[in-house]
DNA sequence: TTCATTTTTTTACGCGCGTAAATTATTAAT
DNA sequence: ATTAATAATTTACGCGCGTAAAAAAATGAA
């Protein structure tokens, strides 16, 4: 009898003997009420635990508190330990996180987007699959919805991106790898999804030139994202087939180095720096699993911190002003050397 | 001129010339209407590119379309696995999955519950944290929202639960180990936080009292879900120790394995058959990475289609018979032995 | 053609809230 | 106590849709 049946603001706002235009402003902002009344409402939301209808609420407000993550493959833990970290970040700015995973398809990063359009978010973050985006679709829900890209880059589209400076990390492992042995080959794939790989093959190329080594370039084929699977088949070819130019490899990506690490120990070589060792491997990400490899993988690690930051940072400054980005801001972070024991 | 802007059901129902309640009812069910007029609106629905309005449709339906989808910890490439494929069942049976991660904490498993219960969602599907869980809040979800267990139980909760039987896939894995060589010892943690641990500490003994061998366990310590670092650096103990009572080790799961043989390989020990291989490491779950360890790790593979399936198709319908369960349905899957290279 | 059935339309109401404008009450400073 | 500033209330409308009941229209069979 004491406590009535609570069904929507009004019933609430009436038992606690305020007006229900007052509530609904505390709820928006709780400090835009005279301090007692807050007291007030807060001691009922104790009472009571009413809590407003988000589907009422979403339906009137102008904006929604709604923020979309799209990555581009949760399978992969790199992206779920990024998607962790910016859902934490979102979150802490008053917002609501919505993840979605593009599962390695542009079909399925344009569904992605459409059910994003449908919960109208405030903004989204997005890091897109690359070079197999649908530029053009991605481009139109950049241009319905404010969108910062991190990760892997698109040209023009969104209003910011943050991501690696590839050029910076790969010259860094290069150089680290000719001063401490033989200058390594670049173990890649042929035709990679990711714009990150193109720049990254640039980047050897230029290390090694401003180094004064030859680069050498092993090209592998296979699709999709079993990017193990592709280091493992085509990494026990290249060694079975006697085709390298040196006893040093550097992949274009850490899941690439664990395919081959395994690729390598199944062939009886010994990888790392002791004796008896006849390669070395280096990678790039620092992957969760690299610390677990045979030998632990010596790589590159991205400062997944400072990007993941300020992409939310610069999301929710878009959110606020309520207006575009006056210009496309790209930032680059450096990487760092992570030497552990596969060269 | 001649498409005007459609901001509604209305003026969508207007330009085509039918009345908003049949268009309703066409967006609730297309078979609904009439052939032709099926065929008008579909039309329609080419060029004007309407959607109706999802928080309006929210606040009316009896029912959302959303399904809830909660896993104990999205870094885990396991669970990412499970989550996606059930997420494309959720889709397929013309709902709208919400993906959402425990990170490893209880908070957070509430908290996301409690997230769940702000959209009001037609079900929710639930792989709880196990023992760290705060069941007394999950049941009260659960007594809320039509919920299905999967992965791990918690004893009454929720309308059903499916799962491996782990005494069936631990004996599985015993009864190889002790065919083909030395009985094994169990490696585990002391304070697991999943309820599996436990039944695969009593099915080892079951199995190895049955086959008439004496158990003995290592029970490790360590908090948190870093299996892979705890089963490193408690593995390299115990190596460094020479606290093995035998040749053969069956993790508990594959992650602990995972970070135990990258312990063995750092301490010089050869894992696996062939000859000069001094110690067999076995694991249980075939998790992704399994196939990339070094030695490649043998273990026992869960039949998660089945678990995703039946979990998906019961909780459907549950949903479409608006009727709660009138039993708990408890379902245990069989494992399957995957033998590979490291026992 | 007529009648029964199915489909559609009309009419009307409600969902739970945001929000704006005008009015009234409260607070804090003079 | 008076005044000015701030906060709360009242009143009113709108958001975009679901849904129910009654009336009208279309359909198909006899």
């Known amino acids: 009898m004491n406590d009535p049946k609570i069904r929507n603001m009004e019933d609430f706002a009436a038992v606690i003997g ?49 923020v979309g993550l799209v990555v581009p493959n949760l399978t992969d833990p790199f992206f779920a330990g990024i998607a962790r970290t910016i859902e934490g970040l979102i979150v802490n700015a008053g917002f609501n996180p919505l993840l979605l995973s593009s599962h390695g398809g542009p079909e ?49 589209i969104g209003e910011a991106f ?29 035709t990679p999804v990711n714009p ?5 093959h640039n980047a050897y190329f230029a290390a090694m030139e401003r180094l004064g080594h030859e680069p050498h370039v092993i090209q592998v084929s296979g699709e999709g994202w079993e990017f193990e699977e592709i280091g493992f088949r085509e990494g026990t070819r290249v060694i079975a087939e006697g085709r390298l130019p040196t006893n040093t490899i550097l992949c274009s990506n850490d899941r690439l180095a664990i395919g081959l690490l395994s690729a390598a120990f199944e062939s009886g070589l ?41 992409s939310v940072e610069t999301l929710m400054r878009l959110i606020e002003s309520e207006i575009r980005a006056e210009k496309r801001e790209v930032t680059l972070f450096q990487g760092r050397l992570t030497m552990r024991g596969s060269a």
Do not use: W
Request: with cysteine; hydrophobic share 35%; charged share 25%.
């Open 18 to 66: 305020i007006s229900r235009p007052t509530v609904s402003k505390f709820f928006n902002d709780p400090d835009s009420v005279r301090k007692s009344t807050r007291k007030r409402i807060e001691a009922a939301l104790e009472r009571y635990e009413y809590r407003p209808n988000i589907y009422a609420v979403n339906q009137n407000r102008r904006q929604t508190k709604n």
């Open 108 to 156: 399925q990063e344009i569904a992605n987007l459409d059910s994003l359009r449908a919960i109208k978010p405030a903004g989204v973050l997005l890091a897109p699959l690359g070079r197999a985006s649908d530029t053009d679709q991605v481009a139109a829900f950049a241009g319905e919805v404010p969108t910062v890209l991190f990760d892997a880059n698109l040209d023009g």
């Open 162 to 190: 943050f991501g690696s400076d590839n050029t910076q990390s790969i010259g860094l492992i290069v150089e680290y790898l000719c001063r401490t042995g033989e200058p390594p080959v670049f173990f890649e794939m042929k």
């Open 196 to 200: 990150n790989a193109h720049r990254r």
């Open 270 to 310: 010994k990888v790392g720096l002791g004796s008896g060792c006849t390669l070395r491997v280096a990678g790039h990400d620092d992957h969760p699993f690299s610390r677990y490899t045979c030998p632990t993988l010596t790589t590159v690690s991205q400062d997944y911190d400072s990007i993941a930051a300020r």
